[in-house]
């Protein structure tokens, strides 16, 4: 039995041929479209996939434009942002519209697998029912699907109340806080972040280029915003 559905836009073959073996694997059904123009076409013609897989720099329509036209048929899917590449901007507008995930290239069959399953479990969650840190974690991801930012902070917050020692939720509301322009309150949670977990090479890489940023230096161009 199919635990569900996936789209994959990607204008890299090789991307999708692997995504696509790995997501078979775990029983995801599997719908390919080889640039941003097909994905939103398929979405168009009727597509209701459970999850998206969007490359964030592609060739004509890039990752942020697929996304925006995405969002005006469909509001709710969940979109795990797949790169290597991007600006600061364009990342930081990608999560405006409700990206809640991002997989960095090069990527292993189980962070693929792992981060679906995360993903598609969500849709099970209740509020009422939240009891562990994780549980309040996966919840706010659902609610940046929807951009809804002051319950997904609220949220973030119950998590980290939870599970104090978590550092994702940190950095997660820096993105936040980035995104919403207040850059000061963005740069303590990236630093809270890296003070529970110095390994935490998403933080490390929000906190240098948002220092580069308030100093007024260009972003580095294979940068992003990460919020996992």
Request: with cysteine.
């Amino acid at each position: 039995m199919s635990m569900g559905k996936a789209l994959i836009i990607d204008d890299e073959k090789n991307i999708r041929l692997t995504l696509s073996k790995c997501l078979k694997f775990i029983d995801i059904d599997v719908e390919e479209a080889i640039n941003g123009e097909e994905g939103v076409r398929k979405i168009a013609a009727g597509v209701e996939p459970d999850i998206i897989f969007l490359d964030l720099k592609m060739q004509g329509m890039d990752g942020v434009e697929t996304l925006r036209h995405i969002r005006e048929i469909n509001k709710t899917v969940p979109v795990v942002i797949v790169t290597a590449h991007g600006t600061v901007d364009s990342a930081v507008e990608a999560m405006k519209l409700g990206a809640a995930d991002f997989m960095q290239k090069p990527f292993t069959p189980q962070e693929i697998q792992d981060i679906v399953r995360e993903v598609l479990d969500r849709r099970n969650l209740q509020q009422e029912e939240l009891d562990t840190g994780q549980a309040h974690l996966q919840y706010a991801k659902q609610l940046i699907s929807s951009k809804d930012y002051d319950g997904a902070i609220e949220q973030l917050k119950k998590a980290i109340g939870l599970e104090p020692l978590g550092a994702e939720p940190h950095n997660i509301i820096g993105a936040i806080m980035e995104i919403r322009g207040n850059l000061e309150e963005a740069e303590k949670y990236y630093q809270a972040a890296i003070a529970l977990d110095p390994a935490y090479h998403q933080a490390q890489r929000n906190l240098t280029r948002l220092r580069g940023k308030i100093k007024g230096t260009p972003a580095y161009q294979d940068s992003e915003i990460e919020g996992r």
